[in-house]
């Protein structure tokens, strides 16, 4: 997969073109993205997503901007397991949020991806002021040579899906909704890096993976499965949360015991899927306390695995 920045790439195919942040990538994603593919694939195009880097709500208002659902790195992973061939990121500045709509259409679209098929959301706006929408992408079109489409809301049980509905089903703790709206297991992939080693001195050791964005959209104990150590996944129970037993206002942190493991796995880049939550995070009035619940946890984990261990290999068998 090819990516690009800037205002206006080089490119030497013309281009089918999305637009969109395609944060967490889910199901009303992947049928937009399916969709441009078929249409890139009839025309001969090469399917081309835009997307921003940050978000733009996280450039004007950071302290209000939604917890990310995926990294960049995340997010182009996965839209190139969608077929997309070129990513450009348009890196949200403040000379970009002025750059007019039109300008954007010259520079970006017409000179720089030479779009000849567009698609987007039904919602979608751009440019400064958001003053950008179909109209006007119609009427650009009809000028320069691209067509343009727009795609309709994907719904699940008359539930737009959407970013949002996926954060708040992830806030609320449901990861089976959230598990629907995405089209598999939520996940946060990073590398594993040193910790306190806390956990090996209670007994339960942990692999602490590297969080890019300091508010995850969730928060808990979990039974997880993590991949990218063996070639199947690894069962595991994991901790997302600021650890207030053992720190005082802390950094959110990602640690994961896995089941009867015991290797050296420094510097692995590793993804958690998020199976089931087990509870609230907590503060115990002292640390054998918190080993006694970390017992718990590990029991409760190894019995979801027991429960569940046909519907996870068909899972895997599927991948």
């Known amino acids: 997969m090819r990516i690009t920045h ?47 880097e940050p978000h733009p709500r996280e450039f004007f208002a950071p302290d209000k901007a939604p917890a990310r659902l995926s990294s960049l790195r995340e997010k182009l992973q996965m839209l190139g397991e969608c077929g997309i061939a070129h990513v450009h990121i348009c890196a949200f500045t403040q000379a970009f949020s002025q750059l007019s709509a039109e300008t954007f259409i010259e520079r970006t679209l ?19 002021r958001r003053s950008g929408d179909f109209a006007l992408l119609q009427a650009r079109g009809a000028q320069d040579g691209f067509e343009v489409a727009a795609m309709d809301s994907v719904t699940l049980d008359a539930l737009r899906i959407s970013s949002t509905a996926v954060r708040e089903a992830l806030a ?30 209670i007994g339960f050791p942990t692999a602490n993976i590297q969080l890019k964005h300091n508010r995850p959209p969730l928060t808990g104990i979990f039974v997880v499965q993590v991949r990218g150590l063996a070639d199947t996944a690894l069962p595991g129970v994991a901790s997302l949360g600021v650890r207030p037993t053992v720190k005082e206002n802390g950094w959110p942190v990602l640690e994961v015991h896995l089941l009867d493991f015991d290797r050296s796995i420094y510097g692995h880049h590793v993804c958690v899927d998020f199976l089931a939550r087990l509870r609230d995070e907590e503060k115990y009035p002292d640390l054998p306390t918190l080993v006694t619940q970390i017992g718990h946890d590990v029991n409760h984990a190894r019995q ?11 899972a895997k068998q599927n991948d």
Request: aromatic share 8%; hydrophobic share 45%.
């Open 110 to 128: 017409v000179a720089g991806l030479q779009a000849r098929f567009l698609l987007i959301g039904d919602d979608f706006r751009f440019g400064a």
């Open 172 to 201: 609320a703790g449901d990861l089976d909704l959230a598990g629907r709206l995405l089209g598999r297991p939520y996940s946060i992939s990073g590398r594993v890096v040193d910790g306190d080693k806390l956990g090996r001195e």
């Open 6 to 52: 800037g205002i206006a790439p080089v490119v030497s195919q013309p281009s089918a073109v999305t637009i969109g942040n395609f944060d967490g990538v889910h199901l009303g994603h992947r049928a937009m993205l399916r969709r441009l593919v078929e249409a890139a694939s009839q025309r001969g195009l090469v399917p081309c997503a835009i997307t921003f």
């Open 304 to 314: 979801y695995f027991l429960n569940h261990s046909e519907s996870l290999l068909a």
